[in-house]
């Protein structure tokens, strides 16, 4: 079992930056492969960066070289840093996880653990 809580989201202007945080509570000691989606209002979730149990990171092609997913040493918090931000990047963003590694860490059907989202607004 595992507890993910987002924070961090807020509105900002386009070109600025914004961290966003998820703080994971594990159940059990494993080494779990974690990412971040987001989601519009009728929109599909859409893979954003993952971190798998590995250690390699997996980014979209929309948000390469602006944004970047990390973790804290003891692997139970996700980040991601979003710099030149779009109004295209507004989205509720949620965190994944799952034990293990996964196959296609940009799928949101790979992951078993979803926190609540936060919301990121990006203004013109």
């Known amino acids: 079992e595992a507890v993910l809580v987002e924070d961090g989201g807020d509105s900002v202007q386009a070109g600025g930056s914004l961290t966003v945080s998820c703080l994971g509570s594990?159940?059990?000691?494993?080494?779990?492969?974690m990412a971040w989606f987001r989601q519009t209002p009728g929109g599909e979730r859409e893979g954003v960066a993952a971190?798998?149990?590995?250690?390699?990171?997996t980014y979209a092609d929309a948000v390469k070289g602006r944004f970047s997913v990390s973790q804290n040493s003891d692997q139970n918090t996700l980040y991601l840093q979003m710099d030149s931000l779009k109004p295209e990047d507004t989205g509720m963003y949620y965190c994944?996880?799952?034990?293990?590694?996964?196959?296609?860490?940009?799928?949101?059907?790979?992951?078993?653990?979803w926190g609540q989202g936060t919301q990121v607004t990006v203004s013109s």
């Open positions: 994944a996880a799952d034990w293990g590694g996964v196959g296609r860490p940009l799928v949101a059907s790979e992951y078993v653990y």
């Open positions: 971190i798998e149990s590995s250690g390699k990171t």
């Open positions: 594990w159940g059990r000691y494993e080494r779990y492969s």
